[in-house]
């Protein structure tokens, strides 16, 4: 284990040393939550980070750089996280290494920061809030689908230098996705209790907090939280072959209930 840090070149270096191939997946703390006076936001870690370590890549003589980047990325869309995903992309293209470059859709998985955090409060409190209409569209993919590849795409050679979209199976609406969440978990008559909070309004109210060190929360990442970013993973498992588990299947292996509980 070698700890290392993308705004730390040195460290970079030390990571990188002997080192034949590199699977790059970086963020910053609180993601989608900027936190601009410490250094954390999409340019500093996704774009910055991402080439200085394919620099330290390069004076080491890795051979092989697969880099998750993310789903809508390559579009030249203005948001600022597909700014940031697209010139860590091109950093990683014009690198002179072997790539292969993986878009996955939302992931989830045991201990996510994202749809985990809808599992706390169907847990805990009565209902389930949603911002926005709940109509905006994902194709969750199971984290283990997204790590296979990952793994795959270091020695596949017919997947060198090209770029994959990862998406499951299922392109489902914010309201399907928790629905599905908690009736996995046993709550399906709260499905009935998903308020929704218009977006504009949870911005209005979050803004003040974009003036704290650490933001809890800010109007750009509603956006990001309601945004749609469709992707097309037929080249993926043409590729690397299998198939991508649905979301009741991938939930149920770390949500379904216990015998007994």
């Known amino acids: 284990m070698v700890r290392s840090d993308v705004r730390a070149r040195d460290s970079l270096r030390a990571a990188t040393a002997q080192v034949d191939a590199v699977i790059h997946c970086v963020q910053f703390p609180n993601h989608p939550v900027e936190a601009p006076r410490r250094g954390f936001t999409y340019l500093e870690i996704d774009a910055r980070g991402t080439r200085a370590i394919v620099e330290a890549a390069k004076e080491n003589h890795v051979q092989r750089f697969v880099y998750l980047s993310g789903a809508g990325a390559g579009q030249g869309r203005a948001e600022p996280w597909f700014v940031a995903k697209d010139l860590a992309e091109q950093a990683v293209r014009e690198s002179g290494m072997e790539y292969v470059i993986l878009r996955p859709s939302w992931?989830?998985?045991p201990g996510d920061r994202?749809?985990?955090r809808f599992v706390n409060f169907a847990r805990w409190l009565p209902f389930v809030p949603v911002i926005g209409n709940g109509k905006n569209r994902v194709q969750p993919i199971w984290v283990s689908d997204v790590a296979r590849i990952a793994v795959e795409a270091l020695t596949r050679a017919q997947a060198t230098n090209r770029v994959f979209e990862l998406g499951g199976p299922e392109m489902l609406s914010m309201d399907d996705i928790l629905r599905t969440m908690l009736r996995v978990m046993g709550r399906g008559a709260r499905a009935r209790f998903l308020i929704h909070q218009p977006a504009w309004l949870v911005k209005a109210a979050v803004a003040p907090l974009t003036f704290l060190p650490t933001p809890p929360?800010?109007?750009?990442?509603?956006?990001?939280?309601v945004g749609e970013a469709p992707v097309d993973s037929r080249d993926a498992l043409a590729t690397f072959g299998g198939s991508f588990s649905t979301l009741e299947e991938?939930?149920?292996t770390y949500l379904?209930?216990?015998a007994g509980s």
């Open 107 to 109: 992931i989830y998985g």
């Open 114 to 116: 994202s749809l985990n």
């Open 217 to 225: 929360m800010s109007p750009q990442a509603i956006d990001f939280i």
């Open 250 to 252: 991938g939930l149920k």
């Open 256 to 258: 379904a209930p216990k």
